[in-house]
């Protein structure tokens, strides 16, 4: 997190740079968790130093819901059982952020869920205040793809997390829609750069390199970490030493 902090640092124009987290961020889409006992703690707070624009989280990430809904509220929000849409203002516009509905350990999406999201969407492109559409989706890279594949006019932007491999960049079938997914480690960023809102014309095309850019940043040595993060994220490096000092033994006769 304290690279992240040192990357984060250097884009941050709040007017023009949104920093949005995908759902998954304190536990494995599987449900198996690492989240600490008390809501205060530092890893948390590291989070909050973050400054996300937006944040999603899992159905059973309820501790840092619990965090966030009194340290930050309506930043970072629960996934729900339909889609929900949260709006960002911009100088230009508003930024609609469509948060796909949770499938939980649904394996396949159904159709309903699919025809709930299209229509969401459909609503919001004939918005003209709508400046751009960006989907977050919890539903793994193979459901992705088929809603991809399946549905013309969909989000500008699609974030994707959960089974499946990451993804820096990908583009829908008809070109309108960047495909973004995370990687499962914590140990890159994706860095979306947009030249220009899109138009709401059948002509618009995303064009990689020209009007849209996509980076994949890894977190590795060549980053320094952010002293300030460090500071605040040292409890837990105490913790973990403890925890690995090895333990005093005694036997008796």
């Known amino acids: 997190m304290a690279r ?39 890893l948390f707070q590291g989070y ?4 996300y624009s937006l944040g999603i989280l899992g159905h059973e990430e309820t501790h840092a819901a619990h965090f966030f809904q009194r340290n930050q509220p309506g ?32 394996q396949t999406v ?11 969407i459909k609503t919001l492109r004939a918005d003209s205040d709508i400046k751009l559409i960006i989907g977050i989706s ?15 006019e969909g989000c500008d932007v699609l974030l994707g997390s959960g089974p499946g491999a990451g993804l820096t960049s990908s583009l829908s079938p008809n070109h309108q829609t960047l495909w973004v997914r995370a990687y499962s480690k914590g140990r890159t960023v994706s860095m979306l750069q947009i030249e220009h809102f899109p138009s709401r014309t059948a002509k618009f095309s995303w064009r990689i390199g020209k ?12 980053v320094q970490a952010n002293s300030a993060m460090q500071k605040i994220l040292a409890p837990l490096d105490t913790q973990a030493k403890r925890s690995e000092s090895p333990r005093k033994t005694s036997c008796g006769h």
């Open 211 to 222: 009007n849209i850019t996509s980076n994949l940043l890894v977190l590795n040595e060549k």
């Open 48 to 51: 909050t130093a973050l400054g």
């Open 138 to 152: 919890p539903w793994g890279r193979q459901q992705e793809q088929k809603f991809l594949d399946s549905h013309a």
């Open 110 to 120: 159904s159709k309903a869920m699919f025809l709930d999201v299209q229509n969401v």
């Open 75 to 106: 930043s970072w929000v629960s996934l729900s059982a339909h889609p929900t849409v949260q709006y960002i203002p911009t100088h230009d516009g508003k930024i609609a952020v469509v948060i796909f509905p949770d499938v939980q350990k649904i």
């Open 4 to 42: 992240r902090a040192t990357i984060f640092s250097k884009y941050n124009d709040t007017i023009n740079t949104l920093r949005i987290a995908g759902p998954y961020e304190f536990n494995k889409w599987d449900g198996s968790s690492n989240l600490p006992d008390r809501y205060d703690d530092p």
